[in-house]
T-cell receptor, first 110, second 116 residues
C-alpha cells in the first residue's frame, strides 16, 4: 500500500514568514500533485511535478520533486493571510487513483 | 479550463430518504471521475472510481448498494446515497481526470450532506 506522509500536520505562522511543507513516501510515484483546499470547498490544483529533481515555481510558492520521486516539498516565501488553507499532496503510482497525504493545515496570522 | 461543478452544494434530508449528487465536467470530457468523502479536519477518502459506460469500482469498505454511482456520459457522474442515515452526513467531493496521462484531477466544490 502506498502512503504519503505529510508534515507538519498543523502550522501557524505570522504574515511575512517563510515555511516548508513536506510530503514523504517509501514508494515511487510517477507524478505528484499539490492542492490547496479552503473550508467548505473542493481542493484546487496548484502544480503537478513529474520529473525527479524537478523544481516548479508559482509566484511565492516553490515545489520540488525528490530525485527518486518519493518525496516532495512546498516552500512558501513571505506568507500572506490569503495562503491560509489545507495543503494536500497527492501521488500517482501508475494507476489513475491518487494517494493523498493527510494534509497540512496552514494558518497565516496578520 | 478544467472546471468541475457539483450540485447541490448543500442538502439536508431525513433519515431513510435518498439523495442524488451530480458532478459535471464543464469544459472537458472526463472518462474517469472519482467520488471522495471528507470528514472534518481530515483528508480525502476515495470512495469509488467512476468510468463512463461501465460499472464503478468501489474502494474496500464502501457499500456499493448504498452509494450508487452512474456515469452515463463523458461529462456527468452521479452519486446517490440511498436510505441515508445520520452517519452518512459528510462532505462529498467529486473529481474528474483529464484525458491526458498526467493523472491530474480537478475537483468540484463539494456537497455538504446532512442527514437528520
Amino acid at each position: 500500500t502506498q502512503l504519503l506522509e505529510q508534515s507538519p500536520q498543523f502550522l501557524s505562522i505570522q504574515e511575512g514568514e517563510n515555511l516548508t511543507v513536506y510530503c514523504n513516501s517509501s514508494s515511487v510515484f510517477s507524478s505528484l500533485q499539490w492542492y490547496r483546499q479552503e473550508p467548505g470547498e473542493g481542493p484546487v490544483l496548484l502544480v503537478t511535478v513529474v520529473t525527479g529533481g524537478e523544481v516548479k515555481k508559482l509566484k511565492r510558492l516553490t515545489f520540488q520533486f525528490g530525485d527518486a520521486r518519493k518525496d516532495s516539498s512546498l516552500h512558501i516565501t513571505a506568507a500572506q493571510t490569503g495562503d491560509t488553507g489545507l495543503y494536500l499532496c497527492a501521488g500517482a503510482g501508475g494507476s489513475e487513483k491518487l494517494v493523498f497525504g493527510k494534509g497540512t493545515k496552514l494558518t497565516v496570522n496578520p | 479550463g478544467a472546471v468541475v461543478s457539483q450540485h447541490p452544494s448543500r442538502v439536508i434530508c431525513k433519515s431513510g430518504t435518498s439523495v442524488k449528487i451530480e458532478c459535471r465536467s464543464l469544459d472537458f470530457q472526463a472518462t474517469t471521475m472519482f467520488w471522495y468523502r471528507q470528514f472534518p479536519k481530515q483528508s480525502l477518502m476515495l470512495m469509488a472510481t467512476s468510468n463512463e459506460g461501465s460499472k464503478a469500482t468501489y474502494e474496500q469498505g464502501v457499500e456499493k448498494d448504498k452509494f450508487l454511482i452512474n456515469h452515463a456520459s463523458l461529462t456527468l457522474s452521479t452519486l446517490t446515497v440511498t436510505s441515508a442515515h445520520p452517519e452518512d452526513s459528510s462532505f462529498y467531493i467529486c473529481s474528474a481526470e483529464t484525458s491526458d496521462s498526467s493523472y491530474e484531477q480537478y475537483f468540484g466544490p463539494g456537497t455538504r450532506l446532512t442527514v437528520t
